[in-house]
Each structure stands twice: as structure tokens, then as C-alpha cells.
């Protein structure tokens, strides 16, 4: 079964703080991305990749930056948090047309 | 742009009840369509999706859906829930070739045991 993993779980941290959220997958997958999910949004597209060194905008990227290291790791960059972002974040991954899989999800608090 | 609309917030129905789930979606062009659900406190997990020939697609845990072009609809069915089907269900649409993704705001089913 696909795997992605998502660290950190949970995050809180202040307004204007540096945060760091990381994915890793172990599909082999192309393509990665990063949601976040709000109540009332459903899930909205930050940014996504079809490949290392890769990036793409979605439909919500201000205020983000993503980064794909290697096929396996992708990275979500927020270097001045403000509480707009408070919010829950998943990453998936993705290798056919029309499937996604997964990650657990990091919860993020912005004092 | 493809949009994908769910137009129940809440459903609630007993156990053994058979329930839909409905998705609307507008796009004019040749599309993906699948159906993702969210148990609390867990990510999404894909039940199945939908691109060409019998419309009626079959997933996971006894779920099938039916895609109508006539309609734009692909709704969840099945026969007989169980309580641990209570989730939040999500429709999504990605056009062919593109790996983009749209979400609807989904469904939450309640099954009452």
C-alpha cells in the first residue's frame, strides 16, 4: 500500500516564525503535493511537483514556498507565519491519472 | 477551470440503511473523477475513481459509483452502511493529462448503529 508520511504532527508557533513542514513518500511517485484543509474550503492546492528540483503554483501559494529535494521529499516553507495560516496540511502523492494518496496530515497553530 | 460541488453537508442515516452521497461537477472536456474518504483525525484515502467505458465503477468496502455525463454527477452509493462508514467523503475532478486535482467541501455521513 502507498505511504506518506507527514512531520511534524502537530506545530504551533508565532506570528512571523519560521516553519518547516516536511513529506516523504515511499510510492515512488512523480508527483507530490501540498493541501491544506479548512472547514467550509474542503481541501485547496498550495503548490505541487512532478520531480526533484520541480515546482509547481496550485490555487492558494501566497504567503508559501515548497521544495522537492528528491523523488521522496517534499518540503512546505511558511518564513513569516501569520495566524491566516493556522490550519490542517496534507501531502499526497500521485503516479496515475485521477489517484492520490495520503499523508497522516500536520495540524499547524499560528499564535 | 473544473469545479466540483457537494451539495450535502450532512447525511445521517441507521445502520443497514442504504445512503447516496451526491457530486456535481462542471468541466467541459474529458475528466477523472474519484471519491476520497476521511475518517476523523486521518488523511484522505482514495475509494475509487471513474475515467471511460462502464459508468458504474466499483470501489472499496462495498461503495460503487455512477458517472452520468448528461447529469455531470458522480455519486457514491451503497447498499448497506455500517457504522464505521461514518467519515467525511470528498468527490474530486482532474481533467485528462493534468495532474492538478479539485476537491469538493465534502460530505459528512453519520451512521446511526
Known amino acids: 500500500e502507498a505511504a506518506v508520511t507527514q512531520s511534524p504532527r502537530n506545530k504551533v508557533t508565532v506570528t512571523g516564525g519560521n516553519v518547516t513542514l516536511s513529506c516523504r513518500q515511499t510510492n515512488s511517485h512523480n508527483y507530490m503535493y501540498w493541501y491544506r484543509q479548512d472547514t467550509g474550503h474542503g481541501l485547496r492546492l498550495i503548490h505541487y511537483?512532478?520531480?526533484?528540483?520541480?515546482?509547481q503554483i496550485g490555487d492558494v501559494p501566497d504567503g508559501y514556498k515548497a521544495t522537492r529535494t528528491t523523488q521522496e521529499d517534499f518540503f512546505l516553507l511558511l518564513e513569516l507565519a501569520s495566524p491566516s495560516q493556522t490550519s490542517l496540511y496534507f501531502c499526497a502523492s500521485s503516479d496515475k491519472l485521477g489517484e492520490q494518496y495520503f499523508g497522516p496530515g500536520t495540524r499547524l497553530t499560528v499564535l | 477551470t473544473q469545479t466540483v460541488s457537494q451539495s450535502d453537508a450532512h447525511v445521517t442515516v441507521f445502520e443497514g440503511d442504504s445512503v447516496e452521497l451526491r457530486c456535481n461537477y462542471s468541466y467541459g472536456g474529458s475528466i477523472y473523477l474519484s471519491w476520497y474518504i476521511q475518517h476523523h483525525g486521518r488523511g484522505l484515502q482514495f475509494l475509487l475513481k471513474y475515467y471511460s467505458g462502464n459508468p458504474v465503477v466499483q470501489g472499496v468496502n462495498g461503495f460503487e459509483a455512477e458517472f452520468s455525463k448528461s447529469d455531470s454527477s458522480f455519486h457514491l452509493r451503497k447498499a448497506s452502511v455500517h457504522w464505521s462508514d461514518s467519515a467525511v467523503y470528498f468527490c474530486a475532478v482532474s481533467a485528462a493529462g493534468y495532474q492538478n486535482f479539485y476537491f469538493g467541501k465534502g460530505t459528512s455521513l453519520t451512521v446511526i448503529p
Open positions: 511537483s512532478y520531480g526533484a528540483g520541480n515546482l
